[in-house]
């Protein structure tokens, strides 16, 4: 049985990670944490949880968690995280850190989106990209794992088959994704005011969003050469789900027929990516680990489509897939 | 042409209220007011508003609403407005207070429920209830028109002609209310926070609602006597609507036609009160100052049925409903 | 292993039932059956299951179903289900049916309410009531379970503590609830046409719910004498959930403490009924089989709140629960 | 007063049509009319209207249009609208067609989309396209208006100025919209069945959206040469609204300021179209007749946003704006 924490257990991933852990029959959470302000029994902090987990969330003891956990998951802020992170790892327990803080591989570029000096560059080079469909086996049995932002896992998996096949330019790759706003925290803000945002729906971080440098790193692994994407997110009025509608200007000719094969083989072995015959719905995905892909020729270019959840595949349940992945368990374990 | 201000426009029944007056034949908006850090062109406060409403929303200035204004509508907060009115009155304005603060007459019961001392107490008895349908030969020239609360309108409105033709006991009512959360105000809070809220209805203020007292309040000054209500609310996924439903007992035998009959006659010359066949939507008086009704024998009981716009007929429809009336001009201007 | 099959899988109880099988240890579903012309595979049917399930919904065959199950969820409308019902249970599979065909033990009530001739009136008395928390030692081993209705979950699980102490008066509860649409079911109708039913909510069967001679069936049983309730119903603009508001009249004084202790030692050992210490939250339950309750002394009457997720412990869950029992499985297995 | 009929009364833009006609000081709704089985009270057919509206929707009868009625808001479906049209124009009549019959300017186009020979081609040339801020001198004092598509009108407002100018590509125009469900109409159907669309979001129509080549004819009448337009419409959890994202490549070297002084300038004396500061909320512009645009550079692309109500600027609103300059009146009447 796997010993699972949770650093930042109080927000809206650490919750989603603590259902899907209670549905696990190989792993345990045995030590929640949060800042003092925000601890408590875990099922006053949320009320979903009450009598289906009794655990405390506590203030965090480095000690406490090496004692108690083989794995945390790092639920904190970008920009917090890379202060827990090396304590963590010191700690002896293995990292998946679903903050930024470890994903972009330049720390430039980082530092120009975060607006903060990366204060622990030397774990940038040790850490893993997460994207279990993509990077499977530099995962296993990996230390720390950057699990991947939600817009970037959604994006990628959309395009990534006409990345691998070089059937696409990289230079006019148009990302155009809404989200639901769970994707926006637990922190109540204006924006976020139900009577301001129920029946509304908004475009924003336009041209400076923090996941655009994080999809171009994704995509350009997967096409082996520099692909530039324009990312434009928006917010909608629901709790869960992202729909991605990528526009790519194909190379040559290709018909649905082909790219209906070439996605269909390259996800074949992939329990979470399901190929649709039509537009994905974010509604049916909701709650699950999956990702739905549907692609389409239209007017010269090539549209393609995808669903994810972004609190499941876009956070916690990528993530214990990914810790599935690390302790060699059947990847599906608790996400199915 | 009446010049018309708002002294705390920058909330949601400032938006409101100004969105009717643009609508008002024979009222003009001429000063807006806020706390200074709320201030600015009324279409960068409210998005809805660009290229509708050139205004400023200013901090209030008292000579220069003496200038500008024949009578100010004040949308401030329990417990500040009564710090202000007195103010208003002495600028020689008339005014409607959307605040509780004039509403109850009973001091010991305003202090009780709204946990301050009342600063004003002279001009409690000055102030009329300004519920049109019930006491609207109060309101003809009156200085100052305490406008009634959402959750009363409703409730009083759905069993006044019970009320007042005798035929309920006056002990046992109870009030089950839903409310939509525009009547939480415009201030971010962690329950009204989008993915907290949406999808989400509970109760709330169990035996506390500071509604409680002035539902009574004016439910006996129907009835000509004491009248004790239970009034419990809920909060609903949902932006403006409050859906009342009452619980009374007969004093004796009644039909449905009968009660039909009762009701259509007592509110048969009122613009703003229509007697449905069945239970009322909230959707269908969104947006609009009317009041649905319907009522029924259920299991020895009668069953009072309302729907009211908390944000209009609740608050800002109703008190350009009470302006039309000071100033003698057509009840429904603005509102129809 | 436990082989379940499910007739009428192609509504939202049969997905929902679908839901929780695919996470449950010890049961695994066979056999999935629909009308003709609802039959696919399950992943067509609700896209929800791409991947995750790999069944064929199918036209019923009593063969088949008698050679592949050992129980079926007979999730198929009322009057439908007592034309199935007899002969599932000559296929020699037991029966939990989700319909109220089984439910009320007075044939002439059910026919009244339900408006037809009842075809199985023999199984009536085979049938236990399958609410676990009231009636758990009658269904252990049980061939027919009548699976509650959900508002009947509800209304009962908030009151039954006082009906069984005897502490209110059993002539004048009302019980007044909000459902989610999910409950109307999956046939498109213009009331819950999404622009229709968005931002709205009504009450609806203004004296005439079906649920209510449930409710007053389940309550008698459990006080041990007759119980009249006045059920009103609303729906409102969500998808999953019930929140019920009950009022009752204490025979004596009772204080806030005594009610509290009455209701948590009532429930001490129930895994799924939570105490809670303010109103529940219908989002707190939904997509669990748990009930949220909470009790408070208001102006003389005792109110009562209780949140169930509709589908889930109002239908698939509580089903899966009464499965559970009958096999002398844990309980909470596929429900945690 | 000008004198008003409305054909197809009963649907979501004839009731939108109604809404801001009873706010009109210059024109008189006089005659209603539907199929048979959609007639009724106005109030009895939309709750909104109990008590505001008195008329009767009643079956068409061209001689009483004749005698009551100066112009008619056509409010029937694509196909329909062809075959009365010509009878409506006869008895004497002026027409605003909400349909796309009269719309496209090329039949073949027009046949090929739409599925069937268009009737009455000799009235195509006749009808002038209703999108005053772009074509305001042809609709003054003509005959027969086609009143623009929703989503044409937001997609056209956003790049109008970009064509204009001729500042960018002509040939990889790509238009990314989200539309709320009251765009579906009023016909209860699965898709839109409320558990189904709530919480939900998908493109649909993909790449066969009937109002491409709308888009695409009005985008070249504006340019002065032939554009083509990727469109690809979502469908979003909300009422109203439709909010575009339109990518174009610049033909050559802009700058943000440029971008937004064009625009400034472009629609400098439009009273409904508004340049933003930053995206565009649709819930700014739910229930108003008005467009909120934004632009901006963003990686070598401009991006451009728009928001309108789809019932409002996208049918009824825009009808009514359309009446008022064929009657020469102030086009902002019963809209502000």
Chains 1, 2, 3, 4 share one sequence.
Do not use: W
């Not at 790092?74 to 327990?93: E, I, N, Q, Y």
């Not at 997967?222 to 789900?241: C, E």
């Amino acid at each position: 049985m796997i010993r699972v924490a949770i650093i930042g257990a109080s927000g809206y991933t650490g919750a989603e990670s603590i259902e899907f852990l209670l549905r696990h029959s190989e792993a345990q959470l045995t030590y929640l944490t949060a800042l003092p302000e925000e601890c408590g029994a875990v099922g006053d902090v949320f009320g979903r949880f009450k009598g289906r987990c009794n655990l405390q969330i506590e203030p965090l003891d480095f000690d406490k968690l090496s004692k108690l956990a083989d794995v945390a998951l790092c639920c904190l802020p970008h920009k917090v995280s890379m202060g827990f992170v090396p304590k963590l790892l010191d700690a002896g327990v293995k990292v998946i850190d679903f903050s930024a803080d470890y994903r972009l591989k330049d720390v430039v570029v980082y530092e120009n989106f975060y607006g903060v000096k990366h204060t622990d560059t030397a774990n940038i080079s040790r850490a893993v990209f997460g994207l279990p469909e993509l990077f499977r086996e530099r995962i296993v049995g990996a230390d720390l794992v950057a699990n991947p932002g939600c817009y970037p896992t959604g994006a990628v998996l959309a395009i990534a088959p006409l990345l691998k096949a070089d059937l696409v330019e990289t230079d006019s790759i148009i990302v155009n994704a809404v989200t639901g706003i769970s994707g926006a925290g637990r922190n109540p803000s204006a924006k976020f005011h139900y009577p301001n945002m129920n029946e509304n729906i908004f475009a924003y971080s336009i041209g400076t969003h923090r996941h655009m440098p994080e999809i171009e790193q994704i995509a350009s692994d997967v096409a082996g050469k520099n692909v530039t994407v324009l990312f434009q997110p928006h917010a909608g009025p629901f709790d869960r789900g992202i729909l991605s509608t990528v526009y790519c200007k194909p190379k040559g000719k290709v018909t649905d027929e082909q790219l209906l094969t070439l996605y269909k083989d390259f996800y074949a072995a992939e329990p979470f990516v399901q190929i649709c015959s039509e537009s994905p719905n974010a509604k049916d995905v909701a709650g699950t680990n999956y990702c739905h892909v549907f692609v389409a020729c239209v007017k010269g270019l090539i549209v393609c489509f995808s669903a994810i959840d972004n609190l499941v595949k876009g956070a916690s349940g990528q993530a214990i897939q990914n810790m599935n992945i690390i302790f060699a368990l059947d990847e599906t374990l608790g996400l199915k």
